[in-house]
T-cell receptor, first 115, second 111 residues
Framework: DAMVIQNPRYQVTQFGKPVTLSCSQT?????MYWYQQKSSQAPKLLFH???????NEADTPDNFQSRRPNTSFCFLDIRSPGLGDAAMYLC??????????????FGPGTRLTVL | DQQVKQNSPSLSVQEGRISILNCDYT??????FLWYKKYPAEGPTFLIS?????DKNEDGRFTVFLNKSAKHLSLHIVPSQPGDSAVYFC??????????FGTGTSLTVIP
């Protein structure tokens, strides 16, 4: 009965080799988020979708892109991963028209290693 | 620039006693605050929230206190149980914008 699913849980890629992380949800929530969390740091919002509307945070590098083909799925594409992109990537969903006043439901995360 | 700070990376408490986790913030526009709990290998899960119109919100063993003048909130867990051992994140948002998270406090409840 998992609600927010992230695949894979662990991803190893090479420096500069594109990688895609996947998130799916069974909650039918209209808002989906991607966070980056580096070791001992706070989760940092990269971007979010409100339905099909994409909202990029101002300091999210261009190297990070996202796709949301339908309500259930959202992908994080890292076009040319650098060593500094090694982190835990968390996907979350929420339902409110004002997303930040509603609970966010998080997936278990994908830990990305860049060699 | 870290707008939400959890200055204690870890805390150990005896079972049955009170756990107090602290969080400070710098943005006076923050009007909504949450606490999340995170177990190893799992994503954060929502625990309790408070809006800026309140100074206290209680849910069972968990109480969140908000001191707006000090820009400080705290989470009290009474009584603490071994299953409460986890990392606790506070998060804050302003006017419907994104959440800013603290770096987390790892709570260990000793049986």
């Amino acid at each position: 009965d998992a609600m927010v699913i992230q695949n894979p849980r662990y991803q190893v890629t090479q420096f500069g080799k594109p990688v895609t992380l996947s998130c799916s949800q069974t909650l039918n929530h209209n808002v989906m988020y991607w966070y980056q969390q580096k070791s001992s740091q706070a989760p940092k919002l990269l971007f979010h979708y409100y339905d099909k509307d994409f909202n990029n945070e101002a300091d999210t590098p261009d190297n990070f892109q996202s796709r949301r083909p339908n309500t259930s799925f959202c992908f994080l594409d890292i076009r040319s991963p650098g060593l500094g992109d090694a982190a835990m990537y968390l996907c979350a969903t929420s339902t409110a028209a004002t997303p930040s006043t509603d609970t966010q439901y998080f997936g278990p995360g994908t830990r990305l290693t860049v060699l | 620039d870290q707008q939400v700070k959890q200055n204690s990376p870890s805390l150990s408490v005896q079972e049955g006693r009170i756990s107090i986790l602290n969080c400070d913030y710098t943005n006076s526009m923050f009007d909504y605050f949450l606490w999340y709990k995170k177990y190893p290998a799992e994503g954060p899960t929502f625990l309790i929230s408070i809006s800026s119109i309140k100074d206290k919100n209680e849910d069972g063993r968990f109480t969140v206190f908000l001191n707006k003048s000090a820009k400080h909130l705290s989470l009290h867990i009474v009584p603490s149980q071994p299953g409460d051992s986890a990392v606790y994140f506070c998060a804050a948002s302003a006017l419907g914008n994104q959440f800013y998270f603290g770096t987390g406090t790892s709570l260990t409840v000793i049986p």
